[in-house]
């Protein structure tokens, strides 16, 4: 990094947001988990629901699905709301696509019984990195869920393999950043989300180029400020989960 | 009211909930307001549009609209997502157009000038009296933003003719009680939405018998609960708007 | 009453419409009703379904529920017809659900067996009070059809706690008038809908203020009004039955 | 036809349902018609639209375009709403787009200016042959609309260059047989739609075996017994337009 | 046909363009065919389900059914994606009923078994006649699939009680010609659909004027050509089943 | 490698499936190729619209966006089609907004003038692969009609800064290997799709750990052999679009 370099944000290339987990936000879920990166806000909740989909009825498996959303002005200009238009975009059901899979790769989906967990991640403020908000915070309504079930003993042990935390990373000025906030990711050349577990395995890997191509060492730096990035979040996990 | 009779709250008959409303929660909107009434916490947004819908180009007149959502699991249990069902439910709908209407009802639509203010009241979490609440909070946010348009002259003085707030009111054991939360308002023989304006005029009165028909007598009781109400109510409002 | 108000229809301020219930209109319906409110004409039928709404299943009781439509050239300029757009408005959907809880209001569920009875409210042609004729005529169609469930032996009695009827009323030129038709809704105050039973019970009230707010002695003029046309509604439902 | 033949009406092989033409039926539309064959009972309006669609517009030509409905309760056993389904039938679009064609084939679009005329067709009560009953009132309908255009001089002459008038027939117990009521239709070996002018030219078939195909000898008796079905018809017209 | 008569394409009145079809075209289906008139191309194919439709179960009878499409670029210009404005248009709808009907009506639906075959028509590339051409290729598919079952002892012989193949015909310049192409159906007078069986029995005729109307002489010319023109389709589908 | 592994197909762990590439396919595109990975075939065309999209409107840049369809029978079993559901699932959102972004990122959008290129890629077969295919067949139809703009002289240069083109690579019994089929798609343990430059330049990594997370070892392997087969991929495209 150079002298002339500098954040939006006055961060350091290597530094997240002030991040958050204020585990139990919601009242009525089994799990919930208000996630906050800086002015990025998202609220998650884990739904119990003791109905499999069909594909599984019968085999004993459980599922993590995940619904996402964004309040109409969590945004700097007002979006349509999603339910007015009467469809979801596709960005929408990209997200939480991902979500769902990020959060199914470290459960054990044989582990938890037929039953469904639902989780949704309500965007309350936008500031960038939706997403991996999302997921960083619904593992641990997940988590929550989940001890509740093993608290009234429907299952014997927390059926999870280990956490799963998500970072976005992206070349800003041609330097590679961690934790794109909205001002950097609208002048991004190139950004990633990255999904981890807390022990270092690879869940998902999103790499896109914004104006230019970007080479294979630009996006070995991306992957490796994620894993930093992510190491911490999983520290605020785990206090989020021991509460 | 009898020595029998207990609300599930404990609240006396003509108790409100613990009522708070906490302008300027939202970053970017406006203006905007979190209210809650006990349990029920409603997030209200206010967004200024250049643009009025087509039926009022170059009338030189404004429009206030206003749109409701919910949470999945803003309730005892999760309900489907309309963004996902690919519909507004009836219900979304007759609440939506009850608070547009309600705010339109204090405002000086030929003062505000030809733009549109959209309200969007997303509740947080719901334990009764949403549609109220939503109203309350609106009129506090709808404030902000016209103030902000008169502090950048946009327009001269602030378009509002009066404030205006609702409360619920209902026929719980045979007795007229103010503010059901949903444990009430689920075995209410009777309940009522009462919208009126910071100087007690009428603005909109919906009854409705949910087991047996009331009585004159019966509705009189609840609208005179509801002008109590409401009296605590605008003295929030007109404080939230001070700050 | 002063000597100069004068309604556009050369009514008085407690006069109804011309109002007809020709029972028995449709010729596959177990119940029907064209109801005429002057030029406003509603066809409401009643089907029998020997199955009830999934909530419902293996309780005994049973259910009514309604439908409104209007065809396009209803009204005075053709409006699109709900069909072709793929969704019914709010204001279809706000009415339809008035009209089910309406007629539930006075049918003993219990009763009636398990199954269902569909009522169709198809305005035909629109002149003001549409949703008040539809459920005036509603009741006739569904008490038609019920009576065929005694007479065929599947139910012992009949299963109605007593008539609904409906009625608007509005402050017009600041008189409270009764009945309104489109000439006088569009330029309205205020109007209110009323659903009372034919013992006088309140079922439901909507009240909304179209320019200023009301007061509450006005709203009372409305409520007198509304009392003393519904008796005469109720009187010609009692012939309308009988026949 | 043999002693043994016998229609479930009772009507001889070549004769119609009684038939009759209501013109103005409906107070506001510009043209109007209750077209009623026996049981099946369809109001035609023709609503004015000094619009045209996009691909006229700036041409000079005008447009005539039909919508088909059938109320929920028309049937013998009540089908679902189509504006509650959120979509019509592929029967139902079908229909309309037959009876927009068939109109458009005797108007002269040139002549009538750069407007729209738009048909309704509702079907009242259904026992067969809606689409036929439907074009031949829909005619007097937009007859009596274009008249208006001509009366208030906004065109110089009627721009229709015939009559349109439609029927069905069918074959029944292997006897060709003249306008098919519900009864026959849904037995029928083989039914056919003609759509001809009132000089007996040829505008739409549409012929369906429904059992077995049937033979090009066939097909010319259910031609032949339209084309004197069609006569009549158009003298209906004749007389219904004069009123 | 006068010397002056010319196509666009320099066929005689009465000549098929080059058809060809092809068997086992998908790999995939359990039977299909790409059908190719001249410069159309519809690939059909036939998916063998083990379920009937609700209105079909314990009938021990079986159903075809077909949907059909067309790729967005298939056509001279880009038309767009049904998918993507999610909802199949009229036009789509009877073009899918009319190959339906067609094949039902040449299938013993009561020897094939309590199951459904689905034909798919998609339009690779379109030049005018593609329902017509779908309908020929579907038969081929339709057989295939049906042979597998036959083969793997399903059923005991092939239920079909014929061939069907159609085509279409118009009046271009005044002549009856046989299968339109792009060029000629859009300045065609009139132009009608012909479905027939291998044995020359009428299953579906849909004629219509598209400028004037047509008289009975014309509409047997065109009869007279697609009964031509069929048989020749019906000797190439029985080389097509055969292979 | 050890010498136990064996692919289903029987290719070596870096082989690419027999790729084709045939330019011009579809008659009426600006550009089309028919692109085959083996038993994975999609025919993608290339539509040019004067028209841009509103937020484009007077910028005097142009866009080039994409969608993406299946035919119901392309896959092993039938798979309902989306237009008849009326709506476009998730996966195939994202794939056309994958295909979009890819082919924008080569394409000099300043350079193209005010226009879009609409892009469809339509799956004729499908056995795995099919997103990485549209990609690499849609370059070729996108730099086709972008040449015939250049020949109008519409354009002066072909505003393409690189070829593009995309594989899948994954973990098969925990060997890394190259464009992945159906049989290994749906047992591998982790795929990722690569989208490259012809010049080497990344423009989206997209990597999924379907059971367990994979390592960075393993990553950097699927990233060599995706060079690898990418560099083979834009040969071809190289001498298809000089032919």
């Not at 884990?46 to 996402?68: C, H, M, Q």
């Not at 042990?157 to 934790?179: F, Q, R, W």
Request: proline share 3%; hydrophobic share 40%; charged share 25%.
């Amino acid at each position: 990094m150079t002298t002339a370099f500098r954040r939006p944000s006055g961060r350091s290339a290597d530094q997240l947001r002030a991040v958050s987990l204020e585990p139990g936000y919601a009242k009525y879920a089994e799990g919930s988990c208000m996630v906050r990166f800086g002015d990025t806000h998202v609220l998650c909740t884990a739904s119990i629901d003791e109905k499999v989909p069909p594909f599984l009825r019968n085999t004993g498996k459980g599922w993590v699905t995940a619904e996402y959303g964004m309040l109409p002005r969590a945004t700097h200009s007002r979006m349509d709301r999603e339910a007015a238009k009467g469809k979801q975009s596709g960005r929408t059901q990209e997200i939480q696509r991902l979500i769902g899979r990020s959060l199914r790769a470290v459960t054990d989906l044989t582990q938890m019984g037929e039953r469904q967990i639902k989780i949704d991640c309500d965007v309350i403020q936008a500031d960038g990195g939706t997403r991996t908000a999302s997921i960083t915070g619904a593992y641990v309504a997940l988590h929550l869920a989940l001890r509740k079930l093993v608290d009234s003993k429907a299952i014997p042990a927390l059926p999870l393999k280990a956490e799963v935390a998500a970072i976005s990373c992206g070349l800003y000025n041609g330097v590679a950043v961690l934790d794109l906030d909205y001002a950097e990711d609208s002048n991004a050349q190139a950004d990633a989300n990255f999904v981890l577990t807390g022990r270092g395995g690879l869940v998902e890997i999103q790499g896109t180029a914004e104006q230019d191509p970007f080479s294979e060492e630009q996006f070995a730096d991306l992957l490796r400020l994620a894993k930093q990035g992510i190491g911490q979040l999983v520290s605020l996990q785990r206090k989020a989960v021991m509460g």
